[in-house]
């Protein structure tokens, strides 16, 4: 596609559930990053994908985030045992050369 | 470690007028690469303009312009004949060239621009 695409735009779920974000990127485009951004904050760094693998996981807060690039393109943030301070907007970023692209984010809100 | 400062929470301007939005930066990396972003209240990150630390000229695009002090380790967005539409949330953002800082932007924390009538 012509831009970045997250889906779902909004996800409301339950302390302790499971959720999956997913991220479409640019085609073509081999780096793809995900951010988290907080309530006035700037996005936060959490990992980074060269192609299929994690070439930089160091963001991720915990064992219970974890993300997977099995094809090289689409991007699945995972979360398990959602706590109420994982609500945030999460945001994907794809890269060829030097621009990033990002999505407009997945709004995640553990109630 | 690399890290951007945002000291602006919000700022007024009015429209027509140009306003500088600051940010200084912090970081060992000798190459670098600053960014400015906007994110309107859709939240997509919109790219603005890029600064390489070896660049001779400060970067323009458009009614955007980056002024860089490179010594001062500032790096402050300048928006001229500013528009109702530019009312938006601002991010600085830098990227190293070492290894664990070449992959991914740190951001500040964002200046919040309102532009009046």
């Known amino acids: 596609g012509a831009g970045v695409s997250q889906t779902p735009s909004n996800k409301v779920t339950e302390k302790g559930k499971y959720v999956e974000l997913r991220c479409d990127p640019i085609?073509?485009?081999?780096?793809l990053y995900w951010y988290r951004q907080s309530l006035g904050q700037g996005p936060e760094f959490l990992i980074y994908f060269q192609g299929t693998g994690a070439a930089d996981d160091s963001g991720l807060p915990n064992d219970r985030f974890f993300a997977v690039r099995p094809e090289g393109s689409v991007s699945t943030l995972k979360i398990q045992r959602t706590e109420r301070g994982d609500s945030a907007v999460y945001l994907c970023?794809?890269?060829?050369?030097?621009?990033?692209?990002f999505g407009s984010g997945t709004r995640l809100t553990v109630v | 470690a690399q890290k951007i400062t945002q000291t602006q929470p919000g700022m007024f301007v009015q429209e027509k007028e140009a306003v500088t939005l600051d940010c200084t930066y912090d970081?060992?990396?000798?190459?670098?690469?600053l960014f400015w972003y906007k994110q309107p209240s859709s939240g997509e990150m919109i790219f603005l303009i890029y600064q390489g630390s070896y660049d001779q000229q400060n970067a323009t695009e458009g009614r955007y312009s980056l002024n860089f002090q490179k010594a001062r380790k500032s790096a402050n967005l300048v928006i001229s004949a500013s528009q109702l539409g530019d009312s938006a949330m601002y991010f600085c953002?830098?990227?190293?060239?070492?290894?664990?800082?070449?992959?991914?932007?740190?951001f500040g924390t964002g200046t919040r621009l309102q532009v009046t009538l």
């Open positions: 953002a830098m990227r190293g060239r070492n290894t664990g800082t070449a992959s991914k932007l740190t």
């Open positions: 085609s073509g485009h081999t780096a």
């Open positions: 970023a794809s890269r060829r050369i030097y621009g990033y692209t």
């Open positions: 970081t060992s990396d000798p190459s670098y690469g």
